[in-house]
């Protein structure tokens, strides 16, 4: 499937507060459902640039939840403010218009597509990178993949998003564990300590892991997935002008040599395709 | 139906070397894409000689509109490029302008002789000004170097040679005019300017090349009036460029002597600009009251 040509107006129709982070909601009345994985490239209409001159490039934002609407997909976005874009975008309104450009790059694979062995999923999120991984939960959930979830947060503050999007009837869903640094709630370290446990034991070499999160943790998801042979699908992020190609922008260096485009290659790359994760 | 150095095109409005891939664009949006080319030309990135993987990131940074860049342009190489992507790039539906780049002149020769070749290519566009290859500035700078290059490549090709002029320097008209004394059909303004920004977390350059080349919004008012100084003083037709983000910014740089215009940074931001810019230029051009 293919992108609609171009960006589009959407209207916004809910800005939550989550935590420290914003959850708001599109309603994309042309575009196809997203897969999992995949990323919208948003910018305010209003606010957008004015005054100071930023922000003035759209954001490249994955999509946590999608789901049918009257008259289109209404698209959900988790959002933390840390610059002069995602500031805006934290602060759009119910009826407001924001640009949007995509469903944009790949999306995840099935454990059945990366290895016909495999059986089961285990999905690491970590801070405002647990977005994907709830849309990819979910679907993961509809195909019956058996799975567990590990998300780590540094403290509550950063743990936005988590009652939305992980929890249904008021409680945690059951294939979720937690980490917090601060120790706030679950196991208190990283949830890459939770990640060397599972593939300490024998359930892990059937399964495929899939992660998105702060370079850092995609960096040791990476090596502890190497170190025990499982397969692993990183969602990555990288500064990003355009999101279709053009602006070169987003190279990720290949373990070979060379780059890859992350907007067109990614988001999503095999573990084994990319070369040690950098610190952005 | 503006006439450009006898190619037809369906309006003024042509894409900037490096800004769009369409090949690219093709795969994540489909045929849409052709049915609404939003160019009536399309430019390809600059092909060097040899394959070039591109700078190290960080290669971009925003700036207060604009952003600073320093690809390194990364390309498959002559060979590569002939090979793949020309018969791809020739299925879009306008003419194909091919942007090429050599740090000496047997080498630009080369590919200019390579390139002539090819009936898929209606015109040759020689980057002497890309700010981000040390060796690409040089010949740009110096109108006599650029009246050398011209006179050694003239001889190559029956197609029309465009030079890309850098703006990074005091007199942009003298090395017009040399370029047209060596034989250039048309000139292409402007390039990005050297630019850098320090990523204030670590207080270092926040490119990992240093330094980059400036485009976007901010730069257009530098742009027009370096077009200005060139069409003041060379015949030739000059394709006029920088920060152009509406029709009523192309009708400046048209109402200041531009034959045509290109988008670059704006099709990052919408990647229908060009159409969009197209669409409106008419009324811009002799309806609406230019915002000078």
Redesign the interface.
Known sequence: M??????RLCEVTENQVSGGYRIFSLLDREGQAPEPGQFYML?AAQGW?EG???????RAISVAEAAPAKSGVRLDFLIEGVGP?TDRLCEVEAGEGV?V?GP?GNSFSTPKQVSPDAAGAILVGGGIGIAPMAIWRRHLVEKGVPLRVLLGFRDEEHSGGLDELFCSGGSLCPDVRLASEDGHAGHQGYVTDLLAAMLAGDDAASAVVYACGPPAMLEAVRSLCAEAEVACELAME?????G??????????KPE???L?LC?DGPVLRGDAVAEV?H? | MPDFCGIRLKHPVINASGTYDAIAARKVFGDALLEDFPFSAFVSKTITPEPRAGNEPRRIWETPAGMINSIGLPNKGLEGFLAEDLPQLAQLPVPLIVSVMATNREDFGRLVSAVEARDEVAAIELNVSCPNVHSGLIVGEQPAETGALMEALRPLTEKPLIVKLTPNVADPGSVAVAAEGGGADAVSLINTLKASAIDPLTREPALAAGHGGLSGPAVRPIALQQLRAVTAVAEIPAIGMGGIASAADAAEFLSAGAALVAVGTESFRDPRAGSRIANGLETAMYEAPLRL
């Open positions: 293919t992108a609609p040509f171009g960006r910018a640039g100071g001159g930023r922000p003035f490039l759209p874009g640009w450009t944009l990288s500064p990003m002008a355009c279709f190609g053009a602006c070169f922008g987003c190279a990720v260096p040599g060379g780059y485009r067109v950098a952005a």
